[in-house]
């Protein structure tokens, strides 16, 4: 790194690069995905479906756009109730694409409770508090947590933590990939994330 006094998310961006400049295109071996996604894919960045996470316009830095939603990254499922609606109100949308209404939440504005749950605070046009953002490239797609062990998978060039990804391909027969349902990546072609390791620790 060259400039000594970059700010910490500067220091993460520029991992960030070089993580991808290390990574050698020739793993690929052709196989990212062009055209049209399968129907019911949705893009994990956007949640838009018709085009793969790869042609995502998008900008990933996360105060570049506001996004049209709040994401409900760092809420577990379990404590979101699923809508079709998007305007709900506090609706969120999802990893997988849908919208959910934090349990939580939901029973706030049944009672009419003016009290926010800590990870909806930074609506009422009061500023957010001091909080540590955790880019969304170092959150693993699976376990939606930090990732641990951090390693790319060939097919689409996603990062998962090594156990996650591990688990999740020798779950299927296909060995399917769950980011852009490649199938047949052998765990064995799983890259060590070293840059996004070091970025974490
Ligand atoms: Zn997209
Ligand atoms: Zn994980
Ligand atoms: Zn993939």
Redesign the pocket.
């Known amino acids: 790194m060259s400039k000594a006094n970059s700010t910490e998310l500067e220091k993460i961006k520029a991992m960030m690069n070089q993580s991808t400049k290390d990574f050698d295109p020739s793993n690929y071996k052709g196989k990212v995905p062009t055209g049209q996604p399968p129907p019911g894919y949705k893009?994990y960045?956007?949640?838009?479906a018709g085009?793969y996470?790869q042609?995502?316009?998008?900008k990933t830095e996360t105060n570049a756009i506001e996004p049209r939603f709040k994401r409900s990254t760092g809420i577990p499922n379990s404590y979101l109730t699923f809508t079709n609606d998007p305007t709900t109100p506090g609706a969120l949308l999802t990893y997988s694409g849908q919208f959910a209404v934090p349990t939580i939440d939901k029973a706030a504005y049944e009672i009419g409770k003016k009290e926010r749950p800590p990870f909806l605070l930074g609506e009422d046009n009061t500023p957010p508090p001091e909080t540590k953002v955790i880019p969304q490239e170092l959150l693993c797609l699976i376990c939606k947590d930090l990732l641990r062990d951090a390693v790319l998978i060939p097919c689409c060039g996603n990062s998962f933590c090594d156990e996650c990804i591990r688990n999740k391909l020798l779950e299927t027969e296909d060995h399917e990939c769950p980011s852009c349902h490649e199938q047949d990546v052998s765990p064995d072609r799983l890259i060590a994330n070293r840059q996004m390791r070091r970025a974490i620790v």
Not at 45 to 48: F, M, S, V
Not at 55 to 58: A, F, S
């Open positions: 893009c960045k956007c949640g838009q085009h996470i042609n995502c316009l998008v």
